[in-house]
């Protein structure tokens, strides 16, 4: 019960049983938590099928409606403390994110020191393939954006491929994060810095999905550009 993966899904069928696979390919002990919500496509019916194969190790946790990517991973994070693991992962489910990249997260926490390990765009050896420019634009300036605002000394802080020791979960307040889209994983990475927390950035290839449809939206991305002014707002004056 040493080390949880948790991957939030929402219609991912024609990726969810190869991501499994390639997870427990790693032979490392990861076991994982599928928080899926209510996905119409059947991906929920697709991971109780695998759980027989892979007893103990392979979880799921089901919700009724797409409540956002927020919300899952804090329902995810409350599993696992629950449950007394010690590491606890974000992945997507779509292969953006190499799952042999958990090793490199897992050993910056549980040997180099890290709270929070970060797979990382923007560090040297990080890089992006396959995605369109806009994207790639809307990405990095994301980044900077942030940096200016914040100030928090991470340059990929929008990213979601994260390793989190469980003291950094008990120590966040999670009923008191308020985004569910773009904005949580700048939220949760500010709050992990304020409280004294060390972050490291792991350098990553993030590759654009190739199966499913991407869940980025208008919507998210105005949370992001608002939500980052009102976390800086509330932390020098809240």
């Not at 956002?68 to 007394?84: D, E, N, P, S, V």
């Not at 390793?163 to 773009?182: A, H, M, P, S, T």
């Not at 409280?195 to 208008?218: A, N, Q």
């Amino acid at each position: 019960m040493e080390k949880l993966v948790i991957i939030p899904t929402y219609n991912e069928k024609d990726n969810i049983r190869q991501i499994i696979a390639a997870v427990i390919s790693l032979q490392q002990d990861f076991h994982i938590l599928i928080v899926d919500d209510g996905s119409p496509d059947g991906t929920g019916a697709i991971v109780k099928s695998l759980q027989a194969q892979h007893p103990g190790q392979l979880f799921i946790e089901e919700r009724s409606g797409k409540q956002g990517l927020g919300t899952a991973y804090i329902h995810g994070f409350k599993w696992a403390l629950a449950r007394g693991y010690k590491f606890i992962f974000e992945m997507d489910a779509d292969f953006s994110h190499n799952p042999k990249d958990l090793v490199r997260l897992y050993q910056a926490c549980a040997h180099e020191g890290a709270d929070v390990a970060v797979g990382s765009r923007y560090v040297s050896g990080g890089k992006t393939e396959n995605w369109p420019w806009n994207r790639a634009v809307l990405s990095y300036g994301a980044s900077i954006y942030v940096r200016c605002v914040t100030w928090i000394p991470v340059k990929d802080a929008t990213a979601g491929f994260v390793c989190y020791k469980r003291e950094v979960l008990e120590k966040i307040n999670l009923d008191k994060i308020q985004f569910v889209g773009y904005a949580f994983q700048i939220e949760m990475k500010f709050t992990a810095w304020k409280l004294g927390f060390k972050i490291k950035e792991v350098p990553i290839t993030f590759i654009d999905r190739k199966e499913g449809y991407s869940k980025m939206s208008k919507g998210i991305v105005k949370e992001g550009i608002l939500g980052v002014l009102k976390i800086q707002w509330q932390s020098l004056f809240g």
